[in-house]
């Protein structure tokens, strides 16, 4: 096939003198297919008609672009030509449309999340929803504490509490229970009562949580020693690392759990009455990256 040279650009005098698009398709499919019954087919149209714009593109431009046989169409050398030129025109028009379409669909979703969920429930299950929804351009607010949602620009908070927020939607994301946990090594060193007292227990200092309850109850350290930390995310990975025993909700620690990372020393477990929520307020919900993250999180979190 021959190649076309590089296209000039283009003026209003020669933009004048271009046939119409839809007589350059019909060539454009025909030249594709070198078959007027395949052409018209695609194009929804009859052989006839087809066969009459590629006469009116021929008369319009003052050469024959095919020679017609009974087995289908064959290329003059002039159809050859003007056929690298429209099936690179379209190719670049189909993409240009394609690009627009993709901006114009696009979405952006700014998610206000706990650092510690965020990082032991969240991020590692947010492939799933960016697969689903590659329209949807996530900006993540990772924090220790709660975002204003009427407020802040965020869309979708996710919380801890009771489900009661006034003038929003909260849908449950967990169902949790207090639960004490350790590396297998230290549950290992809790069997023997005289080790008990040389393991620290883990602390959240910025929540109140439920250690000082465990404190001294049969498997578990008496609570002499302590090392204290500012967020569960940091606390849990010390205590995946060895460092000592941690009180923790369950959503948080399932994944480490089913790993083999962490183990719970004893089969006490307590409840607070707080979840995690997924919360946006009733004008956030109307926005349709709101109504797929909201779809898709509420199969989200273990625990």
Known sequence: ????????PASSSLLARLPSTRLMLAFDVSARHLNLVRAAEELGITQGALSRQIRALEDHLGV????????????????????DFTRRGF????????????????????????????????????????????????????????????SSGVDVSIRLGAGDWLDCRALRLTRDRIVPVCAPAIR????????????????????????????GLDGLPPGD?????????????????SLGVAVSRSSLVADAEAAGRLARPTSW???????????CTERAYRKPAVKAFLEWAGGLAPG
């Open 1 to 8: 096939m021959a190649t076309a040279p590089a296209l000039p």
């Open 64 to 83: 024959r672009l095919f020679e017609r046989h009974a087995r289908g169409l064959r290329f003059t050398q002039e159809g050859e030509l003007l056929y």
């Open 91 to 150: 190719e670049t028009l189909g993409a240009g449309i394609g690009r627009l379409t993709l901006r114009a669909e696009r979405q952006t979703l700014v998610l206000s999340v706990a650092r510690s969920f965020a990082l032991r429930v969240l991020i590692p299950r947010l492939a799933g929803f960016t697969e689903a929804h590659p329209h949807i351009h996530l900006s993540l607010d990772i924090h220790r504490y709660f975002a204003d949602i009427a």
């Open 188 to 215: 290992e060193q809790l069997r023997d009562p005289a080790a008990r007292p040389r393991v620290p227990w883990l602390r959240n200092i910025e929540r109140d949580d439920a250690s000082p309850r465990a404190e």
């Open 225 to 241: 020693l302590r090392i204290d930390f500012n967020d569960s995310a940091s606390m849990l990975a010390a205590a995946e690392a």
């Open 269 to 279: 477990e307590t409840c607070d009455g707080l979840d995690y929520y997924a919360v």
